[in-house]
Every structure is written in C-alpha cells, then in structure tokens.
C-alpha cells in the first residue's frame, strides 16, 4: 500500500496539477516541496515516502544536489525524476542516483498526464508487492565458512545457455558460480566473491569452477551435444605460474578439445604484469582455447585491451543491453560494440538480454549469440540439459517448417 508521496517542484502550477492528479488516484498523503532544501526538512517531519516525484531544475537546492543527500540516507523510495531537461542528462543523473547506491530510478516526461502517473502507481504497487531478491538480505558470512565451503566442495556450477542469433539453437553455456550454503541455500557470488578475494582464494575457486565445466562439457559431447564452454578468469589467474599447466591437464583429462572451450576476461583489476598476461594469453591460443573480453565497454574492459590482446570473442555488457531500447547512448554503445567485433573478425556475444524487442533490436545490427533471461537463467546441469534438449527440437522444428 502506498502511504505517502513527496513532490519536489518548483513550479507551483505544475506542483499543484501532478498533487491534484495524484490525489483522485490514491489515498496516499502528499507532501510538497518547492526546492531540494525544503525537501529535506519536510523528509524529517514525515514518514518515509514510498514514492518521490523530483525535479531537476530548482532554486536553492537543485534536485542532483537532493538526490545525493537522500541516497546517503538509504531511502527504500522509488524516485522519479519530472523534469523537461534532454535525455541525455536524465540519463546521466540516472546514473549518478545508481551509482549512490540509490537502486529504484524513474522518469516521466513533462507535461505530466493522469494517465502517466496511474501507470507509475500501478507500476509502484507491483514492485511492492513482488518479494526483493534474496541479495537485498543483509547478514556477514565468517571467514571459516567459505573456507570449509571450498574444502566441502559447497560451490557448484550453473549454466547459462547460448543461442545462436541466427538459428535460435543452443551452441554451449556461461559457467556461473552458486554456493550451495548448508543453511542459507543458494547464494548467487554478489555474497560471497569480494570476501573470498580478500582471503587470496579467488584463484583456487576459479580452479575449482574450471575443472567442473570442463568436466560437465566433456560428457556433454559424449552424450552427442557438441556443446562450447564460457569459464570467467581474471587477470590474477593468468599471471599464477601454474594456470596455463592446469587448464591444458583439465582438458586433456577430460579429453575436451581446446577449441570448445572459452576464458572470459574481465579487466576488474589495474594490470600489475601486462607482458606476463599477454604471453599466457598468447600460449593459450597456442593451445587451441578462446579468448573473451568480458564487460566490453565498462571499467577496464576498454578497446586498448581490446587491440593489444588476441581475444577471439568480444561480449557486450548487459548495462548497455537493458537500457538500450530507452536510451540512445545505449543503443549506440550496444551497435558500436558489435561493428567493432565484426570488423576486427572477433565472435559476438550479447548478454543480459531480457526481452523480445531486445532480442530483435541485437539481431538487427548483427550478432552472433544472445545470452539471457530471455531464453534461461542460469541452471544446474541436469535442468541445463533437459532445456536444451527441448528448446534445440523446438528450434529445430521451427527452422524445418520454414524451409
């Protein structure tokens, strides 16, 4: 239930048009405020607002100067920016608000109609009432249990699938790491990645997801399904002295031929031994396997990496996928990407893809594997297969109907 709403607005007209539009559509109290400053001070009088409708250009305290006060306050409010200035600020102040840690951003072009805003509550009740992700949870996991988890063999792998753009058939799967807590169930890596980083374990997990995938991928080409496999490394495994002796003795263990497998390489860290990297990178090519450059586009993961490494496959991050059908920088960061990967002869890989306008979007300007909820999310094993299995005949029959 919606109880209270706060506008911020300078323009007393407009003020008291979106109030008097809100007020035939909730029973919520509205609560107004002519510019950042007063904001703040009726925020300390009344509840905290489940929902706050903001403008941008205001006097004495603007609305980018109020919104990074409020995200220091973790505010469970939705925010929604009205204000008339371009898109492309809109979209920068978006950011900013994420960036503050402020999760729910919004926006609604002025002028402001009755049917926008019973949308918006609409839209607001729905998030209420969905249940937040189990990351929302806060608790401190101690040191010992990712220990013992490690020594417990506790982290499993689960596979996302890829599909090829053009024949909508599954061609192989992203390993995606998942802690199967003794209490606490499932935990996705947003738990438990930074902390076992900081105990300098990173490198045996990355072993320990290696040596799974490539075990899963080789009874999956024994099963007849010529399945690729996608392992996320970083920088710190390949400059490890024995990282590249134990990936060719996994694959030759598992009998698995080189080039079905794929390293994803994500630039998260500053490069502390560049020619190190670049020579393990360079021997793994040797040896048959592929190369990512995972994230494109975002921190490290920049076109001078791009240029001087010899990656085979470039995948484009889903930051620039879910805004891409909203935000024209976006579309073009996404576009971009993907002619970039075309011209320098790189596979392309897109992420994160959500909907059936993203998936037509990408497919438009040219790709070679979606990779998203769309489809799948991440599975164990045997759920992997058994929807593989069915999705690849459904495929098949599609294809076979249209010949």
Not at 64 to 82: D, G, M, Q
Not at 387 to 397: G, I, M, Q, T
Request: with cysteine; aromatic share 6%.
């Amino acid at each position: 239930m919606i109880n209270n709403i706060l506008i911020v607005e300078d323009d007393t007209f407009q003020q008291k048009m979106i109030s008097k539009m809100l007020s035939t559509l909730t029973l919520a109290k509205i609560t107004t405020a002519s510019n950042g400053q007063e904001a703040l001070c009726k925020l300390d009088d009344i509840d905290e607002p489940e929902l706050i409708l903001c403008d941008l250009s205001m006097p004495s305290m603007d609305g980018i100067e109020f919104l990074r006060i409020i995200a220091k306050r973790n505010l469970s409010s939705i925010v929604v920016l009205t204000s008339s200035v371009s898109k492309d600020v809109i979209s920068s102040v978006k950011e900013m608000v994420l960036a503050c840690g402020m999760p729910d951003i919004l926006s609604l072009n002025k002028p402001i109609s009755k049917k926008q805003l019973e949308q918006l509550l609409l839209q607001l009740i729905e998030k209420m009432c969905i249940n937040k992700p189990v990351e929302n949870c806060q608790f401190q996991l101690v040191d010992d249990e990712i220990i013992t988890g490690l020594d417990q063999e506790q982290f499993v792998v689960f596979f996302q699938p890829h599909i090829e753009v053009e024949t909508d058939i599954v061609s192989g799967a992203e390993a995606l790491i998942r802690w199967q807590h003794p209490t606490r169930g499932l935990l996705t890596p947003y738990f438990f990645l930074e902390q076992l980083g900081k105990l300098s374990l990173s490198h045996r997990l990355t072993l320990q997801v290696l040596s799974a995938s490539i075990s899963a991928c080789s009874r999956w080409h024994q099963q007849g399904l010529k399945f690729s496999i996608s392992v996320n490394i970083s920088p710190l495994d390949l400059v490890n002295s024995n990282f590249l002796g134990s990936v060719i003795d996994l694959l030759e263990r598992h009998q698995l031929p080189a080039k079905f497998l794929t390293l994803e390489i994500t630039e998260s860290d500053i490069r502390l031994d560049m020619a190190k990297e670049l020579e393990v990178m360079c021997r793994l090519r040797l040896h048959g396997i592929n190369l990512s450059i995972d994230d494109f586009g975002t921190g490290f993961s920049s076109l001078s990496q791009l240029i001087s490494s010899p990656f085979t496959e470039l995948k484009v991050d889903q930051s620039f996928v879910q805004k891409m059908l909203t935000d024209n920088k976006s579309y073009a960061a996404v576009k971009a990407s993907l002619q970039l990967g075309r011209d320098l002869g790189l596979k392309t890989v897109v992420e994160g893809v959500e909907t059936k306008a993203e998936a037509k979007a990408i497919k438009e300007l040219g790709c070679d594997l979606y990779q998203g909820w769309l489809y799948a999310p991440a599975l164990a094993e045997s759920d992997f297969l058994s929807w593989c299995l069915k999705h690849n005949n459904e495929a098949a029959l599609v294809i076979s109907e249209l010949q």
